[in-house]
């Protein structure tokens, strides 16, 4: 059974940066991509950034290119999300989320972590 859950969030000035870190569980992270969303409140789940399964390929929302960088370190199960000059805009819940490939609609991901909030606020 696979489960995953977030932590590293939390409130940071504009122009600000924060890690965010994902822990899988019950599964090893060779066969699975893994994509981090976010969810502001009034507004749909997007994805932000994705890492693919085997050669790690990565893939970003065009807002957060340049901004945001996806990782994974197979040997501790974990996924990291680096956000850089951080934007009012980028506050929302952030979620990992686990599935064979990058691109995935929300709707056909079985595996979510429960989320973090992260706040950009002066």
């Known amino acids: 059974q696979l489960w995953l859950t977030e932590d590293g969030g939390g409130l940071v000035q504009p122009g600000g940066s924060l890690r965010l870190s994902c822990a899988a569980f019950g599964v090893t992270l060779d066969n699975l991509a893994i994509t981090w969303f976010r969810q502001a409140p009034g507004k749909e789940r997007e994805a932000v950034a994705c890492i693919g399964a085997g050669d790690g390929v990565t893939e970003y929302a065009d807002d957060v290119k340049g901004r945001f960088t996806i990782a994974k370190d197979n040997a501790k199960y974990r996924i990291y999300l680096q956000m850089n000059s951080l934007k009012s805009e980028d506050t929302a819940v952030y979620y990992c989320?686990?599935?064979?490939?990058?691109?995935?609609?929300?709707?056909?991901?079985?595996?979510w972590g429960l989320g973090v909030q992260v706040t950009v606020s002066s």
């Open positions: 989320a686990a599935d064979p490939f990058c691109g995935s609609a929300v709707d056909e991901i079985d595996y």
